[in-house]
């Protein structure tokens, strides 16, 4: 369990971390959300002390940092992956991490097992490709088998394949108990990958829910009908807008109705005698719900 307790961090007169209190439950994936700047990276920084907060604290297992004894056999955390000796194999620089903590030297060979590397553990980490890092910054995470491992843009570099083995890797490790919290900006792949978010925008808390439930209560539900025929596509348009009902148009011969059960679309087509190719709910994304959350809180975006 990670927990935050009104943890605020300030650079200067800017507060980049502001009042954060969240629970991060073990046994699931909680994905850390937010937009550039947000606060992420500085959060989980803080988390295993490598930056100090201003005021709050967090807290591994119900205890600061500081006071984990073995701190790598109790938190796991890919942080920055090209933080590695560039001219040390990534066996040496597995071993010189498991030395100072207390890690049997067999881990070493499980964990570069775990993430692919064996066949280049004796290669200079100076040569690794970004995928490459990330998986070794991954081994490092594993390697004193904690109950709490941190991700921070664990896909980034990654080809498809590295992809969907993290998004697996994740769920294995929260299916086993432990507490995992990831941050990503691949919101296809984060909603394939966690149960629980927590979302972030300007350094404040901006959701903490289960996944279904953050994205049926930050977007619009809505009917998907397609009517081949433009003119009764038409014609059930304005039926349905002289109801009240918001209608857009969709792809091709599709129209989105909002705030309307499907069967009322079934039937007010049956009435006008619409032939339909489609009809159906959508269920909105998890990019379609986190966009509309954090419009507001976007720092460096492009107005339109
Ligand atoms: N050492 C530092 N000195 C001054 N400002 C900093 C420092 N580290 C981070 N910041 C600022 O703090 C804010 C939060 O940065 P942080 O990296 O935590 O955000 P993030 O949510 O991880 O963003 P991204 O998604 O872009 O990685 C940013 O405005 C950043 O410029």
């Known amino acids: 369990?990670?927990?935050?307790?009104?943890?605020?961090?300030?650079?200067?007169?800017?507060?980049?971390?502001?009042?954060?209190?969240?629970?991060?439950?073990?046994?699931?994936?909680?994905?850390?959300?937010?937009?550039?700047?947000?606060?992420?990276?500085?959060?989980?920084?803080?988390?295993?002390?490598?930056?100090?907060?201003?005021?709050?604290?967090?807290?591994?297992?119900g205890k600061p940092y500081r006071q984990l004894r073995y701190p790598l056999r109790e938190v796991g955390a890919l942080l920055e992956a090209k933080a590695v000796h560039p001219g040390r194999s990534a066996g040496k620089h597995l071993l010189a991490m498991a030395r100072g903590s207390g890690i049997p030297p067999r881990r070493v060979e499980e964990v570069l097992a775990t993430v692919g590397l064996s066949d280049v553990a004796g290669k200079r980490t100076g040569t690794f490709s970004l995928g490459m890092s990330q998986r070794l910054g991954i081994a490092g995470a594993l390697l004193g088998d904690p109950a709490v491992l941190m991700f921070d843009e664990p896909v980034n570099g990654l080809d498809p394949d590295g992809v969907r083995w993290v998004r697996q890797l994740m769920r294995l490790l929260a299916g086993e108990g432990r507490t995992v919290l990831v941050s990503s900006h691949l919101m296809s792949e984060m909603q394939l990958t966690a149960d629980?978010?927590?979302?972030?925008?300007?350094?404040?808390?901006?959701?903490?829910?289960?996944?279904?439930?953050?994205?049926?209560?930050?977007?619009?539900?809505?009917?998907?009908?397609?009517?081949?025929?433009?003119?009764?596509?038409?014609?059930?348009?304005?039926?349905?807008?002289?109801?009240g009902v918001p209608v857009r148009r969709g792809e091709d011969d599709e129209v989105l109705a909002e705030g309307v059960a499907v069967d009322k679309v079934g039937d007010l087509a049956h009435e006008l005698?619409?032939?339909?190719?489609?009809?159906?709910?959508?269920?909105?994304?998890?990019?379609?719900?986190?966009l509309e959350l954090t419009a507001s809180s976007v720092e460096y975006g492009v107005r339109a």
């Open 1 to 61: 369990m990670i927990t935050f307790r009104g943890l605020t961090k300030r650079y200067g007169d800017k507060t980049v971390v502001d009042g954060l209190t969240s629970v991060v439950a073990p046994g699931l994936v909680t994905g850390f959300l937010g937009p550039n700047g947000a606060g992420k990276s500085t959060t989980m920084r803080m988390t295993v002390a490598l930056d100090h907060p201003d005021s709050g604290d967090v807290l591994i297992q």
């Open 196 to 243: 629980h978010l927590v979302v972030i925008g300007k350094g404040r808390l901006l959701a903490d829910a289960p996944m279904d439930e953050f994205i049926a209560g930050n977007s619009r539900s809505c009917v998907s009908v397609r009517v081949p025929v433009p003119a009764e596509l038409a014609a059930l348009t304005e039926r349905l807008r002289a109801l």
């Open 273 to 290: 005698g619409v032939r339909l190719h489609g009809l159906g709910a959508r269920t909105a994304s998890l990019e379609q719900a986190y």
